[in-house]
């Protein structure tokens, strides 16, 4: 008899590929601004890439590489926690983009959200704060598990960062508030 939770994990991870590629392809836009198009460097439009990539490329490597390397704590999950970081941040990059574009660029006349380096880079901020949940429980679940962790608590990691942007009036460029303030309550519990 064939033992279906073999392969459990990647049926569900090619299942929630699907949707995101749908939701990226129907209801997404790509948006950049070319910087001879730029007269106010101080304020830099939001998707010039030429002012943000420096710094997402930083984040970048901080999260796939830095995390990756920092979770080798455990001496015999080491190599498993490179591999499921590096899979679990891609996961939780793609849902946090689609999360927050439906929850904070989300435009009423095109019906689509805006992707750019900028709200990639504040997806790798979300991920950072499931990246650190993975390192409570790592050795402790299963990778379906860890996606699974990560497909719910994406929502509410985002759902923090708006309630802490719309009611309390926080700004916070390097994210690092809501990010802590989302790894204290998931702590706390």
Not at 23 to 51: A, C, H, K
Request: hydrophobic share 50%; charged share 10%; aromatic share 20%.
């Amino acid at each position: 008899m064939l033992n279906y939770r073999l392969y459990l994990f990647p049926i569900v991870l090619f299942l929630l590929q699907l949707l995101f590629t749908f939701l990226f392809g129907f209801y997404s836009q790509y948006e950049y601004f070319p910087v001879s198009n730029v007269t106010d460097f101080e304020n830099p439009p939001r998707g010039l890439v030429e002012f943000y990539y420096s710094m997402f490329t930083d984040i970048h490597v901080m999260m796939f590489i830095g995390f990756g390397f920092l979770m080798t704590f455990l001496s015999h999950y080491s190599y498993s926690a490179i591999g499921f970081n590096f899979i679990l941040c891609a996961f939780t990059v793609e849902w946090a983009l689609i999360m927050r574009g439906y929850m904070f660029d989300w435009n009423d006349s095109t019906q689509k959200f805006i992707i750019d380096v900028k709200s990639l880079s504040t997806a790798d901020f979300v991920s950072a704060s499931i990246l650190i949940s993975m390192g409570a429980v790592l050795g402790q679940v299963s990778p379906l598990q860890l996606i699974l962790m990560a497909f719910f608590e994406v929502p509410i990691q985002v759902v923090n960062e708006w309630i802490g942007t719309h009611f309390f009036c926080a700004n916070d460029a390097g994210e690092s508030m809501f990010v802590h303030v989302f790894g204290k309550k998931n702590k706390i519990e």
